[in-house]
């Protein structure tokens, strides 16, 4: 039986104070923040886990880098789970985020639409922009697909282009998605993938502003995909692709404060065993797409000066 899945969990009344949601928000966030970083939930996760001391350095390095937080809608349904409520752990992370005065805000998919429209007046081209990012990310086995399948004329507007004038494509497009979500469908990663592909061609957005953060695998690979198989002419700024590792490397690279065992205890968040990265050394010509090293082993090389440099 698939998992029902909600948009608005049972205990939203325990972060709503907490999140900003307004559009006019929205256009705050991407036009004055210094990075913006979407968060999938797994990553979220694992963060909103970490002990006090640790996820108050994430939280400190946050608000030094004018960091805004984006959840979006489909990750906090991710978040609620079957539950049809968010974990304490959930609520606490967004209280602390907050109160630090970092920005976190909840991120309708649909609101895409309404963020371009300030800058394009043409609502075809906005269009184009959902048509595009919806042909990247198009895989045989997704939720994506079985949505477009199950809706002849959804599929005709969104992938073929063929009503491009309708005003309500964006938010008949994610309504429908977000209404088949299944478990471990990745549709909340994809959902990010489509919203930064087009969000990264708004006028005087620059190169490494908008991030997403995974740690998983598999939807890295895929959000990876969709910004590879795009084509010069229709590719935007360009994005940074996070996982906990590479974060942690690039905290320490801006001399954020950080014990080794402070490292050892983020990093480990979720692994048992060793951890798997990809990366290189001053040694290696290319990209070593599976390093397993222990975990304090990969926070001391991650500490030398000619030590690992951590891609994902």
């Known amino acids: 039986m698939a998992?029902?899945?909600?948009?608005t969990p049972d205990n939203w009344y325990e972060v709503e104070a907490h999140l900003g949601s307004?559009?006019?928000?929205?256009?705050?966030?991407?036009?004055?923040?210094?990075?913006?970083?979407?968060?999938?939930?797994?990553?979220?996760?694992?963060?909103?886990?970490?002990?006090?001391?640790?996820?108050n350095i994430l939280i400190r390095y946050f608000e030094k880098q004018k960091?805004?937080?984006?959840?979006?809608?489909?990750?906090?349904?991710?978040?609620?789970?079957?539950?049809?409520?968010?974990?304490?752990?959930?609520?606490?992370?967004?209280?602390?985020?907050?109160?630090?005065?970092?920005?976190?805000?909840?991120?309708?998919e649909e609101d895409t639409y309404?963020?371009?429209?300030?800058?394009?007046?043409?609502?075809?081209?906005?269009?184009?922009?959902?048509m595009w990012a919806v042909r990247?990310?198009?895989?045989?086995?997704?939720?994506?697909?079985?949505?477009?399948k199950a809706d002849c004329k959804l599929n005709s507007e969104v992938r073929e282009g063929k009503n491009l004038k309708a005003s309500d494509l964006y938010r008949r497009f994610?309504?429908?998605?977000?209404?088949?979500?299944?478990?471990?469908?990745?549709?909340?990663?994809?959902?990010?993938?489509?919203?930064?592909?087009?969000?990264s061609n708004l006028p005087g957005v620059p190169d490494g502003k908008l991030c997403i953060l995974t740690d998983d695998k598999g939807?890295?690979?895929?959000?990876?995909?969709?910004?590879?198989k795009t084509s010069s002419e229709n590719r935007g700024s360009k994005i940074i692709l996070f996982?906990?590792?590479?974060?942690?490397q690039h905290m320490v690279q801006e001399q954020m404060p950080m014990s080794e065992d402070e490292m050892v205890n983020t990093l480990s968040q979720g692994i048992s065993d060793n951890i798997v990265i990809m990366g290189i050394t001053d040694y290696d010509l290319e990209v070593n797409t599976k390093i397993s090293l222990p975990v304090r082993e990969l926070a001391r090389q991650m500490m030398e000066p000619n030590g690992i440099r951590i891609v994902f």
């Open 219 to 228: 939807a890295a690979g895929k959000i990876d995909s969709v910004m590879r």
């Open 22 to 55: 307004g559009i006019d928000e929205l256009k705050c966030v991407f036009h004055q923040a210094g990075k913006v970083f979407f968060y999938d939930a797994c990553s979220f996760q694992h963060h909103s886990n970490l002990k006090d001391a640790e996820r």
């Open 67 to 108: 960091i805004a937080v984006i959840l979006t809608r489909c990750i906090f349904m991710e978040l609620s789970g079957d539950r049809h409520s968010l974990e304490k752990r959930s609520v606490d992370y967004i209280k602390s985020l907050d109160d630090a005065g970092v920005t976190v805000v909840l991120f309708n």
């Open 114 to 130: 309404r963020i371009l429209a300030e800058c394009f007046s043409s609502i075809e081209r906005i269009n184009e922009y959902l």
């Open 3 to 7: 998992t029902a899945y909600t948009e």
């Open 243 to 248: 996982s906990t590792p590479k974060l942690v």
């Open 174 to 199: 994610f309504s429908a998605v977000r209404g088949n979500k299944e478990h471990e469908d990745h549709l909340g990663e994809e959902l990010i993938a489509i919203c930064v592909h087009i969000l």
């Open 136 to 148: 990247m990310c198009y895989s045989p086995i997704s939720t994506i697909t079985e949505t477009l």
